[in-house]
């Protein structure tokens, strides 16, 4: 049974960093894309981040690209996202997601395409 537990999630200010941790366990890891959306109140769910099972291949949305990073350690089945200059629009529940498709070399940003979700961890960003 594939489980992911996404942790790391908190209140920070403007301007603040996060780093956010999934640690996936039961079937494959290394062999699998990852991604990472978040959902706001009132919002529909948003493409934040993802990446290869290599690592070699990365995409971000505009929103954003340039602040937020995703890595993965394929040793430890654990995919982060490290998010810096955060902004109150960044408010939302952070989901981890375990690409359905071996192999993929170029990642996917719709959500449809993740077959496995984490239960989400909370990020709130004050003004």
């Known amino acids: 049974q594939v489980q992911l537990v996404e942790s790391g999630g908190g209140l920070v200010q403007t301007g603040g960093s996060l780093r956010l941790s999934c640690v996936v366990s039961?079937?494959?890891?290394?062999?699998?894309?990852m991604g990472w959306f978040r959902q706001g109140p009132g919002k529909e769910r948003e493409f934040v981040a993802a990446?290869?099972?290599?690592?070699?291949?990365?995409a971000y949305p505009d929103s954003t690209k340039g602040r937020f990073t995703i890595s993965r350690d394929n040793a430890k089945n654990t995919v982060y996202l490290q998010m810096n200059s955060l902004k109150p629009e960044d408010t939302a529940t952070y989901y981890c997601?375990?690409?359905?498709?071996?192999?993929?070399?170029?990642?996917?940003?719709?959500?449809?395409?993740?077959?496995?979700w984490g239960q989400g961890t909370q990020v709130t960003v004050s003004s």
């Open positions: 990446i290869n099972w290599s690592g070699g291949s990365t």
């Open positions: 039961g079937g494959t890891f290394n062999i699998y894309a």
């Open positions: 997601a375990k690409d359905q498709a071996r192999w993929r070399a170029a990642v996917t940003r719709e959500w449809r395409e993740y077959a496995y």
